[in-house]
């Protein structure tokens, strides 16, 4: 009798479990459908060293040096929107959804280093016949940002920080992978509306701002095809290396943004880039966190005219 319970209260357990992971299961969404709400004639396509990237291009495109737009980690090129939408009566926009995440999806490299990103992006402005950009970066974009007018000192006219990564933080070091727990490959599979929410709410100064439109585009951009795989392997492969001698060699005149409320990457950290950047100004912004371009757009816009 007790081995006869016992493989039935194993039975119940198992399809209990099996249940539950049905349930929580989050595969990716169709690309097709996803085209249908975050794409438009304004939008395009171009393979460049193997890679789909999808971007937006708007505005003249004469007689001005184009602005390019480069988002954060888990974003994509509509956290830009507000921005672009005004900046383009009089200049050449252009946003890009970086290698690993919105529409762009996985590199077929399988590569997510930070060199890999920035050699994509240089060939990406080549492609397009554009020798030269106003670069503007936000957290991990804008660490690319700063690597790229390192690296490609003569194709960038101005540099705009957003809140930039680059500096090692606690139990990050540099030359070193960080560890990446075993159980984030779950999120391969699945991935809720709540978890997203935990982990963006920080970002943001006042909690209003994440309002559904905004959770569900990062929702539903983030179940585009391969960018959960992606994500995952630009975690595991980052390796942060010292940015002062970069920082340093780069001359162009240089704008930091930076939210004085940014809980992610913090305020103070922008003492450092001032310390060895040679053309570098700061614009504070009260009361803002990590993404000013998303939470109060004119405040941060402004700054960003007032440079152009």
């Not at 595991?236 to 780069?250: E, G, N, Y």
Request: neutral net charge; hydrophobic residues 40%.
């Amino acid at each position: 009798m007790f081995l006869k319970a016992l493989k039935v209260i194993t039975l119940v357990f198992t399809s209990l479990i099996f249940l539950a992971a049905l349930y929580l299961w989050t595969p990716d969404k169709s690309k097709a459908e996803l085209e249908k709400s975050y794409s438009s004639s304004k939008n395009a396509y171009v393979t460049v060293l193997g890679v789909n990237l999808h971007y937006q291009d708007t505005g003249p495109s004469k007689n001005t040096i184009p602005i390019l737009f480069l988002h954060g980690f888990g974003a994509s090129l509509q956290t830009w929107d507000s921005w672009a939408q005004v900046l383009s009566e009089d200049y050449r926009v252009i946003s890009v959804d970086l290698p690993g995440f919105g529409l762009t999806g996985e590199d077929p490299s399988g590569i997510y280093t930070d060199q890999r990103s920035v050699e994509v992006l240089e060939a990406f402005l080549k492609e397009l016949k554009i020798p030269k950009v106003v670069l503007v970066g936000n957290s991990m974009g804008g660490k690319f940002a700063w690597q790229f007018a390192a690296r490609y000192p003569n194709q960038v006219s101005k540099l705009v920080l957003i809140s930039p990564d680059g500096y090692a933080s606690h139990g990050i070091q540099y030359g070193k992978k960080s560890e990446v727990p075993a159980i984030a490959q779950l999120y391969r599979y699945f991935f809720s509306k709540d978890f997203l929410v935990m982990n963006l709410e920080p970002a943001y100064a006042n909690p209003n701002t994440l309002n559904d439109a905004l959770v569900t585009r990062y929702y539903d951009l983030m179940l585009a095809p391969g960018v959960r795989g992606a994500i995952l392997a630009r975690m595991q492969q980052t390796v942060l290396q010292d940015p002062v001698p970069s920082l340093a060699s780069i001359q162009v005149p240089t704008l930091l943004i930076w939210g004085e409320k940014d809980a992610f990457i913090p305020i103070s950290n922008s003492n450092e880039y001032l310390k060895v950047m040679p053309n570098a100004k700061r614009v504070s912004l009260p009361n803002i966190g990590h993404l000013p371009q998303e939470e109060q757009p004119s405040i941060g816009l402004q700054a960003l005219k007032d440079f152009l």
